[in-house]
Every structure is written in structure tokens, then in C-alpha cells.
């Protein structure tokens, strides 16, 4: 008799497969954009730096002139106490929120938007960031991470600097159990064991058998107990080389 495969019991919601997200002190994101903000500067600082856990750089909380505060993935070389700058006459320094049409081309950037006022979603991973490549009338080219340019309304806003924590991924984690914890805190199942490695009853790819195997692409639409593998698979195995 089969039972129901990881996939089926991840997805009715039980507490063995959800994220702590408990511990998640904020949202990083900007405060809402203002007059003021788009006509000059707003002055504040930072409050306190904190960690979250399950993410990786660490959370700094801001505090602005006009009373509002709003938490943010913190920039290499920043520290409590700090003044900051938010605004499009704002100083190109470390740690400065501006909109990407404030920016110098050639100027190292973090926590983009990718719309305006949407809060920021480009280059928040730790030891992440972004380059400003020119102006031009579709807007701000800037490199991203992955090496590609892209080109973003010059209202969407940024950070000065590189996002803090590079180089974490460079310490190994030793011990199974640290790597458990991490993996929990993120909400993700961790040890995974393979399908081929189970028992025919209680998963599709199960059986001794190396010739019971099913194939591995699956229909988008497939049922939970049925929906495991390469899920909607354009191709599959190791791509060709084209002849030039």
C-alpha cells in the first residue's frame, strides 16, 4: 500500500514543511515615494542593524526626518548612527537612496526597483549589485548581476553601494544540522532523497528496477501525487553544441 509522496504532503501545509516565519522581523522595502523626496532631499539615519533569519544580509532599520521608518538590506560599509540621504539631489555616497536618473553612469548600485515605487527588487542578495551603464531616452542601462543590461525608468530608485554579506556562500557548513537549520528558516525540505532511491509504492520514479523507470517530464497540469520531475520541460539532456 503507497502513502502520499513528499510533494502531497508539502502542499497540504503542515508545520513540517513551513517556513519560521515568525522570526521575519520587516519587509525590506522603500517608504512611499513624496513631493519632497522627487524635489529634493529627506535626511535621516541609521537606527539599528538586525539580523533575520533566512536571509542573508543582514536589516537595518531607518528612521527619516519626517517620522517614518522602514527597514532595508544593508550596503557594505555602513554602520548604526549613520546619516543617509533619500532624494534626487541626494550626495552619490554609500548607503544613499536615489532615483536611477540621479545616478552617474559608471556608479555601483544595490536594491533597485524594477517599476517605480514598487520598494525594490533587483540585487538584494548578499554580496549582490548592479552597475550604471548610461542614460539614454529609454531610460537608465544598467548591468545586472547575471552580466546582462537592462534598461529601467529613471524614477525607479536604488541604493548606493554593494549589498553586505559577500563571500557567505565561501564558508562550508561543516555539520549537517547547521545546514538543516538554514534550509528551515527558508522554508525549504531538507535532506531530499531521490525518487529513484524509494520504493515503487511511495513515489512515480520508485523500484529496483532501473527499467521500471517512467519518464521525467511531466504535464503542468498533472496531479500532486503525479507532479514530480522536470515540470513542463521545453527539452531535455544535454544540449548540442551548434554548428557554426
Known sequence: MGKKIRVQRRGRGSSTFRASTHKRIAPAKYPS????EREGVIHGRIVRILHESGRGSPLALMKLETGETYYTVVPEGICEGQPIQIGSKASVDVGNVLPLGSIPAGTIICNI???PSDG???SRS????ATVVAHTPEGTMMKLPSGKTRYVNDLCRATVGVISGAGRLEKPFLKAGAKRLWMRAKGH?????RGVAMIAAVHPYGSGRRGARKVTTVSRNAPPGQKVGLIAARSTGKRKRRKR
Request: no cysteine; net charge positive; glycine share 10%.
Open 33 to 36: 515615494f513624496s513631493k519632497k
Open 113 to 115: 526597483e524594477r517599476s
Open 120 to 122: 525594490g527588487k533587483i
Open 126 to 129: 548578499s554580496g549582490s549589485y
Open 189 to 193: 525540505t531538507y535532506p531530499r532523497t
